[in-house]
């Protein structure tokens, strides 16, 4: 079946660093993939949609500046947290939508669990 | 605008008793709903999904959930708890306008097995 690589799966950073996660769809071509971020005992908010070969659309209040998406090609999306506080330590999910043929899913990605000391 | 109210942060069951996990979703539109199920430090993997049709959806680890528009409800059940079971759950709605399909999330519930 289809499936969502995200890497890495956990990160401890230094204050003021700046930190990259890789979302793959390693099976089919996703035009659209999802960044999530889940606070501990909260549900998942959406920072922002990403669309292959245009700019990310930013949920109200995530700061763009702050969370750098790329999506550069149909099966990799990037999110960059640029000088990360603790404040940005987070869990983070990226998700994917297969629209092949006549089936449209969405694949969700393992998870990075961030740690901004 | 839509919301998702998951009752019950917490919830124990026994193994081998009934699990009833409460999700009721306010919706401007015809809602589609979802299911997922979160194991530590994993992403989410969908348990089910109801867009059209029948209202009583099946769902993978023999879980179910019933679609009551007249009670905004999209409740999931299972006959009998297994320990693999214990996990968090989240509810989920999207409106269906094409390509405009995000999912609003409820702050989940953690379902624990008693032995």
């Known amino acids: 079946g289809a499936v969502v690589s995200q890497h890495p799966s956990r990160v401890i950073c230094k204050s003021g660093t700046s930190v990259k996660i890789e979302c793959r769809s390693l099976?089919?071509?996703?035009?659209?993939m999802f960044w999530y971020r889940q606070f501990p005992k909260k549900s998942l908010m959406l920072m922002a949609t990403s669309n292959e070969g245009s700019k990310a659309t930013y949920e109200q209040g995530v700061e763009k500046d702050k969370f750098l998406i790329n999506h550069a090609s149909l099966t990799l999306s990037t999110l960059t947290v640029t000088s990360a506080h603790p404040e940005d330590s987070s869990f983070y999910i990226c998700s994917a939508r297969d629209r092949q043929g006549a089936r449209e899913k969405l694949f969700f990605g393992s998870g990075t669990q961030l740690s901004v000391l | 605008a839509q919301s998702v109210t998951q009752l019950g942060s917490h919830v124990s069951v026994s193994e081998g008793a009934l699990v009833l996990l409460r999700c009721n979703y306010s919706?401007?539109?015809?809602?589609?709903l979802f299911w997922y199920v979160q194991y530590p430090n994993q992403g989410l993997q969908l348990l089910l999904k109801?867009?059209?049709?029948?209202?009583l959806v099946k769902g993978i680890n023999g879980f179910e959930a019933e679609f009551k528009k007249s009670e905004t409800s999209f409740h999931l059940t299972k006959p009998s708890a297994h320990m693999s079971d214990a996990a968090e759950y989240f509810c989920?709605?999207?409106?269906?306008?094409?390509?405009?399909?995000?999912?609003?999330f409820g702050t989940g519930t953690r379902l624990t097995i008693i032995p």
């Open positions: 989920a709605v999207s409106d269906h306008n094409f390509g405009n399909e995000k999912l609003t």
């Open positions: 109801y867009t059209t049709g029948a209202t």
């Open positions: 099976d089919f071509q996703a035009t659209t």
């Open positions: 919706s401007s539109v015809p809602p589609y």
